[in-house]
T-cell receptor, first 109, second 113 residues
Framework: GQNIDQPTEMTATEGAIVQINCTYQ??????LFWYQQHAGEAPTFLSYNVLDGLEEKGRFSSFLSRSKGYSYLLLKELQMKDSASYLC??????????WGAGTKLIIKP | DAMVIQNPRYQVTQFGKPVTLSCSQTLNHNVMYWYQQKSSQAPKLLFH???????NEADTPDNFQSRRPNTSFCFLDIRSPGLGDAAMYLC????????????FGPGTRLTVL
């Protein structure tokens, strides 16, 4: 079967750095997406990785290792507005997105 | 601004009373998706349209139907809502349906009484 695993919840302090991990087992791989979802709102796109390595975009970076079936999202200089769920999704061989349940990130002052 | 619009944002219905949720897009994207998302769960794909080509997920109940009368609009019909159908329903679009970003509407939160 196809499976995406992420921690259910993480807590971090304002101004700190946090890393949210995602491991996956899918039928084929056509890239991995990270989305941010604030409570009661729709997901919004953060990043896309298809090649191994680190992609940096401002305070957010995303890393991929295809051989390990592993990705992480790194958030630096955390702000209170970063409190949200972070969803990992993998495009399988049919380009269908397989979604994780999301990691709820709680930021404390 | 180009966007994905969903109406209504909140919908309350009675057990067994049909309900229709709507989605429109001004992005001119080929692909439209309907997802169901329950609290703290992954979005679950119900259907998607590649242009007019309808694709039903194997485990989507028959109680859920969809229509896409034109490129811009897509509807989700729930014929006989049960208590288990209470959820957030998300409409999304993408340009090609391959590895491109999906753009989501704000969602419709459905409550079944």
């Amino acid at each position: 079967g196809q499976n995406i695993d992420q921690p259910t919840e993480m807590t971090a302090t304002e101004g700190a750095i946090v890393q949210i991990n995602c491991t996956y087992q899918t039928s084929g791989f056509n890239g991995l997406f990270w989305y941010q979802q604030h409570a009661g709102e729709a997901p919004t796109f953060l990043s896309y990785n298809v090649l191994d390595g680190l992609e940096e975009k401002g305070r957010f970076s995303s890393f991929l290792s295809r051989s390990k079936g592993y990705s992480y999202l790194l958030l630096k200089e955390l702000q209170m507005k970063d409190s949200a769920s972070y969803l990992c999704a993998v495009a399988d061989s049919n380009y269908q997105l397989i979604w994780g349940a999301g990691t709820k990130l709680i930021i404390k002052p | 601004d180009a966007m994905v619009i969903q109406n209504p944002r909140y919908q309350v219905t009675q057990f067994g009373k049909p309900v229709t949720l709507s989605c429109s897009q001004t992005l001119n994207h080929n692909v439209m998706y309907w997802y169901q998302q329950k609290s703290s769960q992954a979005p679950k794909l119900l259907f998607h349209y590649y242009d007019k080509d309808f694709n039903n997920e194997a485990d989507t109940p028959d109680n859920f139907q969809s229509r896409r009368p034109n490129t811009s609009f897509c509807f989700l019909d729930i014929r006989s809502p049960g208590l288990g159908d209470a959820a957030m329903y998300l409409c999304a679009t993408s340009r090609t349906g391959e590895v491109d970003e999906q753009f989501f509407g704000p969602g419709t939160r459905l409550t079944v009484l």
